[in-house]
């Protein structure tokens, strides 16, 4: 567990401290990565880049409870940069091939990971957008702002990728349930 000591520690530079942020903070921020970026080599970079920033910048840090948060959107924004330069966020809904939605109701809940996995299937935009969206609570003026695109693309995005990751979790996760004989 982190505290305003270890906080603090690390604020002067001491390097056991720093062990400690980053052993506690590490797989919390890889989730995080990895809910945006699928190259291990580029959320590995990534990761490098976000504890730079995170030491760098933890004097800043005006409450050690929130270091969780304020950690998680280092990382969201310095995957954005990576993804700022690999794709184009102003995707239209022209560009994104729409499948159909299925209604079948589910017999048990979706597993976290699972979703996780699957979300690494949504088209980069969208699963980005999704992320910060639903996941990380950004409203899509903040969206757009992050990402130079309109509020309407950002709304779209989202779209596409409910749509999208409801057909996949339809398709990947129930029907394989319903085979291997989990779903009634």
């Known amino acids: 567990m982190i505290n305003e000591s270890l906080i603090n520690?690390?604020?002067?530079?001491?390097?056991?401290?720093?062990?400690?942020?980053?052993?506690?903070?590490?797989?919390?921020?890889?989730?995080?990565?990895?809910r945006y970026l699928k190259q291990d080599a580029d959320i590995e970079d990534v990761l490098a880049e976000v504890f730079v920033a995170i030491f760098t910048?933890?004097?800043?840090?005006?409450?050690?409870?929130?270091?969780?948060?304020?950690?998680?959107?280092?990382?969201?924004?310095?995957?954005?940069?990576?993804l700022r330069k690999q794709i184009n966020f102003n995707l239209t809904?022209?560009?994104?091939?729409?499948?159909?939605?299925?209604?079948?109701?589910?017999?048990?809940?979706?597993?976290?990971?699972d979703l996780l996995q699957l979300l690494q299937h949504l088209p980069d935009g969208c699963r980005s957008v999704f992320n910060l969206f639903a996941i990380e609570g950004f409203s899509h003026k903040e969206i757009a702002a992050m990402l130079?695109?309109?509020?309407?693309?950002?709304?779209?995005?989202?779209?596409?990728?409910?749509?999208?990751?409801?057909?996949?979790?339809?398709?990947?996760y129930y029907q394989n349930a319903t085979k291997n004989g989990i779903a009634k």
Do not use: F, M
């Open 9 to 34: 520690e690390c604020k002067q530079g001491n390097r056991q401290a720093q062990r400690g942020l980053y052993d506690y903070l590490s797989p919390k921020l890889y989730s995080t990565c990895k």
């Open 57 to 82: 910048k933890i004097h800043t840090l005006r409450e050690a409870a929130a270091i969780v948060s304020w950690a998680r959107r280092i990382a969201a924004n310095q995957c954005l940069q990576v």
């Open 93 to 113: 809904l022209d560009d994104v091939k729409q499948e159909p939605v299925y209604d079948r109701a589910p017999d048990h809940p979706i597993e976290h990971r």
């Open 148 to 172: 130079q695109i309109s509020e309407g693309t950002s709304k779209s995005q989202l779209n596409v990728a409910k749509n999208k990751l409801q057909q996949l979790v339809n398709v990947h």
